[in-house]
């Protein structure tokens, strides 16, 4: 079985500040990570993912994640916040033997100007 | 340019009713999703689909339909027997086999019980 746990559903932060939105996973095998964002209204678009490889992804818009397997996290970074940050963030899990994507519940960030 | 289509965009149920929400891709993917989301649950799995002419329930099927007979096309039927259909529906493709490849989404659709 495969979750995902994305704590703290809201992340405030001013703009110009470090950004940081947290993504525990639990998987029995080796698992496939993503991060999505939402904007009102809208469909999610991919972030940026890990498969395998370099443990550090960096994904558009300036945003970054780490794969840490000793802790089980899959972390979302930005050194930066920007206004157009705004947005509702999803977490997601993949495996080798789940083609289904399961999700977290979402980390709304508000960006303060 | 590929990608997935909802529609359509706001849709209104009177109590009831049976309303169909649209889903269409020329991704070429075999697996495709519906998800519901609602304020503070994320996304929930209602049906998803691997393969032409065949489905699985998800999480929250009841009260649902799906029908997978194109490849295209994996359209959800929300039946009167669902409660509680006011919710933002989404529509999601892959490639089927294999794990590391991004699900796309459509940009969902809004429905509203009146």
């Known amino acids: 079985a495969q979750s995902v746990t994305q704590l703290g559903s809201h992340v405030s932060v001013s703009e110009g500040a470090l950004v940081l939105l947290r993504c525990n996973y639990s998987?029995?095998?080796?698992?496939?990570l993503f991060w999505y964002v939402q904007y009102p209204n809208q469909g999610l678009q991919l972030l940026l993912k890990?498969?395998?490889?370099?443990?550090l992804v960096k994904g558009i818009n300036g945003f970054e994640a780490e794969f840490k397997k000793s802790e089980t996290s899959f972390h979302l970074t930005k050194p930066s916040a920007h206004m157009s940050d705004a947005a509702e963030y999803f977490c997601a899990v993949r495996t080798g033997g789940s083609y289904i994507p399961t999700f977290g519940r979402g980390t709304s960030l508000i960006v303060h100007p | 340019d590929g990608g997935i289509t909802q529609s359509p965009k706001y849709l209104f149920r009177k109590e009831g009713q049976n309303v169909t929400l649209s889903c269409e891709q020329n991704l070429n993917h075999d697996a495709m999703y519906w998800y519901r989301q609602d304020p503070g649950q994320g996304l929930r799995l209602i049906y998803y689909?691997?393969?032409?002419?065949?489905?699985q329930k998800g999480d929250i099927a009841e009260g649902y339909s799906v029908s997978r007979e194109k490849k295209e096309s994996f359209p959800l039927t929300v039946t009167s027997a669902q409660k509680n259909p006011t919710a933002f529906y989404l529509c999601?493709?892959?490639?089927?086999?294999?794990?590391?490849?991004?699900?796309?989404f459509g940009q969902g659709t809004r429905l509203t019980v009146v």
């Open positions: 689909s691997q393969i032409v002419n065949d489905f």
């Open positions: 998987s029995s095998v080796p698992p496939y």
């Open positions: 999601a493709s892959s490639i089927s086999g294999g794990g590391n490849t991004e699900a796309f």
């Open positions: 890990y498969t395998t490889g370099a443990t």
